[in-house]
Each structure stands twice: as structure tokens, then as C-alpha cells.
């Protein structure tokens, strides 16, 4: 961060700045001092163990990255996100990171916020209207196409599976969903999918799967578009006695999307048999870090970057940096063309949570 080269009146206003936001309400943390800038950071929601993840990376980064920091929590409720971008404006923020489930309501917000001149960066989904300075998150339709071609190759073409969507008011869930349908229907034609909408609700999901395990006690795939799936099907899969190692013929297999320790730890055991793991610590670290880029009057253009991603324009006015976010298996095996490393991989940062 460079010294600041202001006036020692402008220094004493800008610690009576930080000295009142650090007395406003809806934060975790409070500002600490007038020469590190004051971000905001909102979180979805604290019910699953990816998003708690991301919860606890983000004050690591931020100190690394010389931030001072305001949270809340919007609890996957959209006026709720508004509300909070409405205390972080009065709180004096220099910038705001937030992750919107509804990426079609937030348009308004980020219009307001966009006339403040107050840079966005939306972590995980992409709004489907307006601008902000970045997206980051990994691209969604390569975890679609990464189970398709997991399930199509391990039952050899042929069967019958059942893909847990998350919420189609997401662009995750809509960017998953249809490239898992595209890549089924291109490359696995007999393959026959159950798509059932769940709008990211564990207990739906387990429901859901039990009915078409019922009426298709054939299904040989399950396809979870992340990890807020994993304990219900688990439980389901073993009270119909299915929850059987891989190499047993009623076996079920299972992709899942997140990368959670727990996943891990169920494809050791032979419990599921794949994920993608998406990066819950690289999340926080590039959202605040493009937001000091922001602040700081950086600006990015599309192409490869130094960390193992790639800039995308999306549309005019919106980059998404799209973060590696790799297949995970137990042998580490290449499945459809896609390679794989294995669970127990301790560059996953599944591995390296204390």
C-alpha cells in the first residue's frame, strides 16, 4: 500500500471518519486506522460449510492485503444484501464485496452503488444486469461439463441419473445445470437425467432424491450441484442400502461441486466418488484483492493472469476472473478427457483448513 501524501488535516479527518464508522452497526470487525482503506463485505449466508470457509479466509486476506474490514451476513436473502449495502455506504466503505444468490435483483443496488463510486466485486455468481469492477468466481459451466463427463464415463453411456440442481435464480445454478444437460445429450445420448430443482435446500434435495429412487430403483448417478446436498443424499443412498463401496454393483455415483473437507474425506472412504473443488480461500483472497485494485485506480483487461486464471469479458463493462477449480477423485484419473487430482491433494484447500 503507498504512504498516503495528505495534508495532516486531511489525515485527522480521515481517522475521525474511521473512528465513526468503527461505532456503526452490522460489522464484525471494525476499522482499525486512517491509512488502510475500509471495505465491506457481505456474506450469503453461514449455513454451509463452503461459505463458512470462505467467512473464515476472509479477515486473513484482508490483513494480508492491508484492509480494513466491515462484514454481515445477508443470510440468502436479497433485501437483506440491500440493507446491508445501505449500512456499508453510511459506514464510509471504499468498496463492497458481495456474493447476491439472486443475481437478477441486485441490479438495483448495484446502480446506486455504481453512482456513489463505489466498486463492486461479486464473489461466486455473476448479476445478470449491471456493472461491476470484477467477478470472481470459476467457471460454473466447466463444473457441469466436469461431472457429465465423470458419471457418462463410470456408467460406460448408458443409465439412468439424477442431478440435484441448486437455485435457477442463480447463474450458478442455470450455468450448471445446462452445461451438464448439453454435455449428457452430446456426448452420453442414453444417458437418461432426472433434473430436480432444489433452490440450494438440503432437506428438498434429499426428499427429491428419495422419490426418484423409488420410482427408479435403476438410477446409477447423482449429480449434486454442491455440497449443501451431501449429508441427505448420504443418508438416503444409506437407508436404501446403497451406500456401498465403488467397486460393489449397487454402488451409486456420486459428483458433488465444492470441495468441502467433508467431501474429501467421503471419497477417501468410498462414499461419494468425485467433486470439483471450488475455491473457497482464493474467493476472499481475489475479492478483496481486486477491490484494493479498485480503490488503489487499477484497472485489468481480459486474458491469462499470474495466478492460474483467466479474465473474460462477459459483456461490456463486466470482467470475471474465473479461478482453476479442479476435478477431484480418489485415483487422480482422467475421465472423458478431463483430468482429475486426487482427494488427498494438499494443494486443495479442502486439505488445509486448521
Not at 146 to 171: E, F, N, P, R, W
Not at 224 to 236: D, H, R
Not at 264 to 282: F, M
Request: with cysteine; charged share 20%.
Amino acid at each position: 500500500m503507498r504512504p498516503r501524501t495528505a495534508l495532516s488535516s486531511a489525515v485527522s479527518a480521515l481517522a475521525a471518519l474511521a473512528l465513526l464508522s468503527a461505532c456503526g452497526s452490522g460489522s464484525t470487525t471494525a476499522a482499525s486506522s486512517s491509512d488502510k482503506p475500509l471495505v465491506g463485505v457481505d456474506y450469503p449466508r453461514s449455513d454451509t460449510d463452503f461459505w463458512n470457509s470462505y467467512i473464515k479466509y476472509t479477515p486473513q486476506y484482508a490483513k494480508e492485503l492491508g484492509l480494513d474490514l466491515k462484514t454481515t451476513n445477508s443470510q440468502n436473502d436479497v433485501a437483506k444484501l440491500t440493507a446491508n449495502a445501505q449500512t456499508f455506504i453510511s459506514q464510509g466503505v471504499k468498496g463492497i464485496a458481495m456474493a447476491p444468490q439472486d443475481t437478477a435483483a441486485i441490479a438495483p443496488t448495484l446502480a446506486q452503488l455504481e453512482a456513489k463510486k463505489i466498486p463492486v466485486v461479486t464473489v461466486d455468481t455473476r448479476p445478470d444486469t449491471g456493472k461491476v469492477f470484477m467477478v470472481v468466481r470459476a467457471d460454473n459451466r466447466a463444473y457441469g461439463e466436469k461431472a457429465c463427463q465423470y458419471l457418462g464415463t463410470k456408467l460406460g453411456g448408458k443409465g439412468k441419473v439424477v442431478m440435484l440442481q441448486g437455485g435457477l435464480d442463480s447463474i450458478n445454478g442455470r450455468d450448471r445445470t445446462e452445461a451438464f444437460n448439453e454435455c449428457m445429450k452430446k456426448h452420453y445420448p442414453d444417458i437418461k437425467v432426472f433434473g430436480e430443482a432444489t433452490n440450494w435446500d438440503g432437506a428438498v434435495a434429499a426428499q427429491k432424491l428419495q422419490t426418484d429412487l423409488t420410482a427408479h430403483p435403476d438410477i446409477k448417478g447423482i449429480y449434486m450441484q454442491s455440497s449443501f446436498a451431501l449429508s441427505g443424499t448420504l443418508q438416503v443412498l444409506q437407508q436404501r442400502g446403497l451406500l456401498v463401496d465403488p467397486k460393489d454393483k449397487k454402488h451409486v455415483f456420486v459428483v458433488s461441486n465444492d470441495g468441502i473437507p467433508e467431501e474429501l474425506k467421503s471419497i477417501a472412504a468410498g462414499k461419494i466418488d468425485a467433486t470439483v473443488s471450488q475455491p473457497a480461500d482464493l474467493y476472499a483472497k481475489y475479492a478483496l484483492y481486486y477491490l484494493k485494485a479498485a480503490i488503489d485506480g487499477k484497472t485489468f483487461k481480459p486474458g491469462k493472469t499470474d495466478h492460474d486464471s483467466t479474465i473474460i469479458q462477459v459483456r461490456d463493462g463486466l470482467l470475471e476472473d474465473q479461478l482453476s477449480a479442479p476435478l477431484v477423485t480418489a485415483d487422480g484419473g482422467t475421465y472423458g478427457g478431463v483430468p482429475s487430482v486426487k482427494s488427498d491433494d494438499k494443494s486443495l484447500w479442502g486439505n488445509n483448513l486448521g
